[in-house]
T-cell receptor
Framework: EAGVTQFPSHSVIEKGQTVTLRCDPISGHDNLYWYRRVMGKEIKFLLHFVKESKQDESGMPNNRFLAERTGGTYSTLKVQPAELEDSGVYFC???????????FGPGTRLTVL | GENVEQHPSTLSVQEGDSAVIKCTYSDSASNYFPWYKQELGKGPQLIIDIRSNVGEKKDQRIAVTLNKTAKHFSLHITETQPEDSAVYFCAASSSRMDSSYKLIFGSGTRLLVRP
């Protein structure tokens, strides 16, 4: 069974530019989560999809962040326009049921200059 | 708000010794406590978890204990090996209907096992 994949693995952009991160969950996993780790701090929750619906987006920092999961398969997280404080590692995780183990992808390291 | 504190931030042990990492949580509704290991260049990987209906769980050299009254849980690694070197994260989650089952993470512990 293939794990959670994320693309790209690294992204370096300038302040004000737009970046789109992609996550492909494990096949059959209805639950998809986005998390972020900034500057060696704790990993923080951003939002949770159940299939294509946003179950909880309480962790999204502001309206510069837009997450989508069209068709309930892969998900994208767009940052527009990017700010310096958006730098960090963005993780995606998926689970079959909400109470099941969350499997994490390798992350996308975003650097905003 | 919901918070998980993790200590220590770094831990260096001699190969063969034990390592203990401790976490406390604030949300009394938390009932699921996973531990993740993150190696360089990889995402966090679950190594053990415990639910609130048990006080201890063991899997070979790894064990986790939970004290719900005190709201703290700990990871114990015995007979440490160099390949145990990594960053370890504790987390807590609640199955309340309004919680989304999101994981609240501690800040991580960098474990170094010296050969």
């Amino acid at each position: 069974e293939a794990g959670v994949t994320q693309f790209p693995s690294h992204s370096v952009i300038e302040k004000g530019q737009t970046v789109t991160l992609r996550c492909d969950p494990i096949s059959g996993h209805d639950n998809l989560y986005w998390y972020r780790r900034v500057m060696g701090k704790e990993i923080k929750f951003l939002l949770h999809f159940v299939k294509e619906s946003k179950q909880d987006e309480s962790g999204m920092p502001n309206n510069r962040f837009l997450a989508e999961r069209t068709g309930g398969t892969y998900s994208t997280l767009k940052v527009q326009p990017a700010e310096l404080e958006d730098s960090g590692v963005y993780f995606c995780a998926s689970s079959r049921q909400v109470l099941d183990e969350q499997f994490f992808g390798p992350g996308t390291r975003l650097t905003v200059l | 708000g919901e918070n998980v504190e993790q200590h220590p931030s770094t831990l260096s042990v001699q190969e063969g010794d034990s390592a203990v990492i401790k976490c406390t949580y604030s949300d009394s509704a938390s009932n699921y406590f996973p531990w993740y290991k993150q190696e360089l260049g990889k995402g966090p990987q679950l190594i053990i978890d415990i639910r609130s209906n048990v006080g201890e769980k063991k899997d070979q050299r790894i064990a986790v204990t939970l004290n719900k009254t005190a709201k703290h849980f700990s990871l114990h690694i015995t007979e440490t090996q160099p390949e145990d070197s990594a960053v370890y994260f504790c987390a807590a989650s609640s199955s309340r209907m309004d919680s989304s089952y999101k994981l609240i993470f501690g800040s991580g512990t960098r474990l170094l096992v010296r050969p």
